[in-house]
Each structure stands twice: as structure tokens, then as C-alpha cells.
């Protein structure tokens, strides 16, 4: 069975950091686009981040751009999403996709380019 499981989350004040990871398991995505997106409560699934295959090509959702970096280390956990500068708009629970291939385009930041999703960690930030 096929699982992304992300771990990181918590309650952190305005202005921390977190580190988000996403493991793998069941299969390798060492050649697949990864995803990061949020959900707040009461709104829909938004995409927040994506890193190339290689790691040398990364997108960012322009509320986060500056303040989150997504990376990837295809030898041990798929990818991280480190979160700076937090605010409480940040709140949400952020979900790990995986793509069904290595491609790159616009789909990347869409909830249609990836086959495979993790169940989240909540990200609460306090004012």
C-alpha cells in the first residue's frame, strides 16, 4: 500500500518556524514532481509549494513565497517544506502530494497533477 505521511506540525506563535516532512513508503517517488498544499477550515485545498524530480526547479504560491523553502532528499524522506516567518494566515492542515511522473508544468500547482496524497499535519499559528 502506497503511503505519504507527513509529520511536523504543531502550535507555534506568529514569526516561528516549522520543518514539515513527508515520508514515503510502499513505493519510491525519487522521480516524481512533489507537492505540498493547506487547507484552512471553511476554505478550499490551496497549493502552497512544488519541487522538481531534481530538486533544481521549485514553485511557490506567491502568499508563501520568501518565507517557505521546499527541498527534497530522495535518499531518505521525499520532501520538507520549511515554514519561517509564520503567521496566523499560515493556519491550515498541510497535505504532501506526489505526482505520477517527473513532468513539470502548469499542473503542478494544481489538486489534478498528483495521484498520490497524505492524510496532513495541522499547522496552528497563534497571534
Known amino acids: 500500500q502506497v503511503q505519504l505521511v507527513e509529520s511536523g506540525g504543531g502550535l507555534v506563535q506568529a514569526g516561528d518556524s516549522l520543518r514539515l516532512s513527508c515520508a514515503a513508503s510502499?513505493?519510491?517517488?525519487?522521480?516524481?514532481?512533489m507537492g505540498w498544499f493547506r487547507q484552512a477550515p471553511g476554505k478550499e485545498r490551496e497549493f502552497v509549494a512544488a519541487?522538481?524530480?531534481?530538486?533544481?526547479?521549485?514553485d511557490y504560491a506567491d502568499s508563501v513565497k520568501g518565507r517557505f523553502t521546499i527541498s527534497r532528499d530522495n535518499a531518505k524522506n521525499p520532501v520538507y517544506l520549511q515554514m519561517n516567518s509564520l503567521k496566523p494566515a499560515d493556519t491550515a492542515v498541510y497535505c504532501c502530494?506526489?505526482?505520477?511522473?517527473?513532468?513539470?508544468?502548469?499542473?503542478?500547482?494544481?489538486?489534478?497533477?498528483?495521484?498520490?496524497w497524505g492524510q496532513g499535519t495541522q499547522v496552528t499559528v497563534s497571534s
Open positions: 502530494a506526489a505526482a505520477p511522473d517527473s513532468s513539470w508544468s502548469w499542473s503542478v500547482r494544481r489538486i489534478t497533477g498528483y495521484d498520490y
Open positions: 510502499g513505493r519510491t517517488f525519487a522521480r516524481s514532481t
Open positions: 519541487i522538481s524530480w531534481t530538486g533544481v526547479i521549485t
